[in-house]
C-alpha cells in the first residue's frame, strides 16, 4: 500500500474528509450513530416493526443489517481494505461471505427442521 | 519493509518470491488470511447459537430479560451496559486507527499515546466482561427446574414482574440436608453447592403468598413469556419441580434453555479471550514503539499488523452483540 495515498470519502462520496484523521473520527460518528439507533430500537421495540418478514420480525433484519453497515465500515476504513487492491479485497472478503453464508444457511435450516420434529413428533419436553 | 526481509537478489522476479502478490507484503497479507480463518471460526459458534436456538425457537430466554444489570446501580437496565462496552471496543479501534496513522507519518510519540489509550480500551472491556459473566452466574432472581428439565419462573400477580425466591421463600431452620463435603463421610466424594432453598420450601412460600404465578419458557404469540394462572402455577410446581436453580453454570441456569448459558460462556469467552491476546499483543508492540524498534526499522507496519488483529476482534464484537443481546 502506498502509504499515503488514503481514499478519503465514505458514503460513495456524499461525505469527503480532508484528513486520514479526520476520516477515523467521521466513521466512529457514523458507527456510534448505528450503534445507538441499535440500542434505542432494542429497548422500544416499536410494534410497527414487530411484524414478519420472511421468516424473521422485521426489527431482527433491520438489526442484521445495520450489523452488516458497520461491519463494512469497520474493514474498509479501520482495518483499511478501502486501500488495499482490488484481489486481495476479494480474496478475503468473498471467501469469508461465501462460506460464512453457506454454514448460516444449512445449520438454521437443519435447526428450523429439528423444531418441526419436536413440535409434531412424538418426543415430548414439556414435564 | 526491506529492512525487515533479508534481500535474496530476486525482488521483482515473480518466480523468485521477490515481488509483493497483491501489492500487499508478506506479513500483513498473513494476517488477512488468518483473520479469514478465525473469521469463520467465529462464524461457526454464532450459527450453531443460531441452530440451538432455531431448534427451541418457541422456549428461547429473551436477552432483554437476562442481561439488565450495570455496575453500582439497581434497577432493570436492558442492554445499556453491552452498549457501553461495544462503545469501548469501538473507541479503541478508533485510537488504533490513529496509531497506525501517525506510524505511517513516523511519529513515535504519538503512536505510543495512541497505543497507551488501546490498551487502556481493552483492559477496560476485559474487565467488563468479567463483570458481566459474574453477573451472570450468580444470577438474581432464582427458579425451579421441571423433571424435562424446563425452567419455571415466578412473577408477581399484581404487576407481572419478576419475583425473587428470597422474596417470598422461607428457609426451614429443622431441616437436615446439609451439604456434603469431602471432609466428612466418604473420603474425598463432594457434591455441589446446594441451593439456599429445596423444593418444597418453595411449594411452602408460594402456597404461602397468593399473588406468585409461574412463567413457563414458552414464548406466546405477544413474544412475551406465557405466565399461567394460580392453580395451574401450583400444581405445576407440585407434580413437576424437580431442582432449585440459582444463577448459571454448564448444566442449568435461571434463565432458560442450558444451551443458552453454554453459548454465552463460550461465545463470549473465546471473544474474550481474543480481546485479553489482543491487549497482551498491543502491550508487546507498545514496547517496541517505546524502545524505538520501529523507528530504526524506520518502518511502523508491525503496529498496522496488530491493529489488523485488533479491529477485528472489534468486529467479531459487532456481530456477537447483534446476535446474542439484540436479536
Known amino acids: ?127 | 519493509m526491506d529492512n525487515t526481509v533479508v534481500s535474496t537478489g530476486t525482488e521483482g522476479k515473480t518466480w523468485g518470491g521477490g515481488n509483493k502478490p497483491l501489492n500487499s507484503s508478506y506479513g500483513k497479507m498473513m494476517m488477512w488470511f488468518f483473520i479469514v480463518s478465525d473469521a469463520l471460526t467465529f462464524s461457526g459458534f454464532l450459527a450453531a447459537y443460531g441452530f440451538s436456538r432455531f431448534k427451541f425457537i418457541d422456549s428461547w430466554p429473551i436477552a432483554d430479560e437476562v442481561f439488565t444489570h450495570i455496575p453500582f446501580f439497581h434497577g432493570n437496565y436492558p442492554m445499556i451496559y453491552v452498549a457501553f462496552m461495544t462503545f469501548v471496543l469501538i473507541m479503541s479501534s478508533v485510537t488504533m486507527v490513529l496509531a497506525v496513522d501517525a506510524g505511517h507519518e513516523m511519529k513515535k510519540a504519538k503512536v505510543t499515546f495512541y497505543m497507551f489509550l488501546t490498551i487502556i480500551g481493552g483492559a477496560i472491556f476485559v474487565g467488563s466482561q468479567a463483570w458481566e459473566w459474574a453477573t451472570f452466574i450468580q444470577g438474581d432472581y432464582g427458579a425451579v427446574q421441571t423433571k424435562g428439565g424446563n425452567i419455571l419462573q415466578f412473577v408477581n400477580a399484581d404487576d407481572g414482574h419478576r419475583v425473587a425466591l428470597r422474596d417470598f421463600v422461607v428457609v426451614d431452620e429443622l431441616k437436615e440436608r446439609t451439604n456434603h463435603e469431602r471432609k466428612n463421610g466418604l473420603w474425598f466424594q463432594s457434591e455441589g453447592t446446594l441451593p439456599t432453598y429445596t423444593v418444597e420450601e418453595v411449594i411452602q412460600g408460594m402456597e404461602a403468598h397468593d399473588n406468585v404465578l409461574i412463567r413457563t419458557q414458552i414464548i406466546n404469540e405477544e413474544g412475551e413469556k406465557t405466565v399461567l394462572s394460580r392453580g395451574a402455577s401450583l400444581k405445576l410446581l407440585k407434580d413437576n419441580g424437580k431442582a432449585v436453580v440459582e444463577g448459571a453454570n454448564l448444566h442449568v441456569n435461571e434463565y432458560g434453555s442450558p444451551l443458552f448459558a453454554d453459548f454465552f460462556f463460550f461465545i463470549t469467552g473465546f471473544h474474550g479471550f481474543h480481546v485479553f491476546s489482543g491487549v497482551v499483543i498491543n502491550i508487546i508492540i507498545f514496547f517496541n514503539v517505546i524502545i524505538g524498534t520501529y523507528e530504526r526499522r524506520k518502518n511502523y507496519e508491525m503496529v498496522e499488523k496488530v491493529g489488523l488483529y485488533w479491529h477485528f476482534v472489534d468486529l467479531v464484537w459487532v456481530f456477537v452483540f447483534t446476535f446474542f443481546y439484540l436479536v
Open chain 1, 1 to 127: 500500500m502506498a502509504d499515503h495515498a488514503h481514499k478519503l470519502e465514505i458514503l460513495r462520496g456524499l461525505v469527503k474528509f480532508k484528513s486520514n484523521t479526520q476520516k477515523i473520527w467521521g466513521v466512529l460518528v457514523l458507527l456510534t450513530i448505528i450503534t445507538a439507533v441499535e440500542v434505542v430500537l432494542g429497548i422500544s421495540k416499536p410494534d410497527v416493526l414487530m411484524g414478519q418478514v420472511l421468516g424473521m420480525k422485521a426489527l431482527n433484519w433491520i438489526f442484521i443489517i445495520l450489523t452488516i453497515a458497520k461491519a463494512y465500515y469497520i474493514t474498509w476504513d479501520f482495518m483499511h481494505m478501502r486501500d488495499e487492491t482490488k484481489s486481495l479485497r476479494r480474496v478475503v472478503v468473498w471467501t469469508a461471505v461465501f462460506l460464512i453464508c453457506y454454514l448460516i444457511f444449512i445449520l438454521l435450516q437443519e435447526g428450523g427442521y429439528v423444531f418441526d420434529v419436536y413440535k409434531s413428533g412424538y418426543i415430548k419436553n414439556d414435564f
